[in-house]
């Protein structure tokens, strides 16, 4: 878990936050989306150019499963 979050709904802005705003200061160069009507939930897509290296992406992914994972 980031230091410093509390466990919280993916978008929860009655109680202060959510994690899309928490990602969205750890990665500024990301535009962050939601899409709240998708499944039971909602999801969270991270924009990258189109010649983004697979590697950057793959990392990225990686470093977000392993912020999000004890929130979710």
């Known amino acids: 878990m980031m230091k410093g979050t509390k466990k919280t709904k993916i978008h929860d802005p009655?109680?202060?936050g959510s994690i899309?705003?928490?990602?969205s200061k750890n990665y500024?160069?990301?535009e962050i989306v939601w899409e709240p009507d998708w499944f039971e939930g909602g999801r969270l897509g991270?924009?990258?150019p189109k010649k983004t290296d697979p590697?950057?992406?793959a990392k990225t992914m990686r470093e977000?499963?392993?912020e999000t994972s004890e929130r979710i």
């Open 28 to 30: 500024p160069e990301r």
């Open 64 to 66: 977000i499963i392993e």
């Open 20 to 23: 899309k705003n928490d990602l």
């Open 55 to 57: 590697a950057v992406i």
């Open 14 to 16: 009655e109680n202060g």
């Open 46 to 48: 991270f924009v990258f």
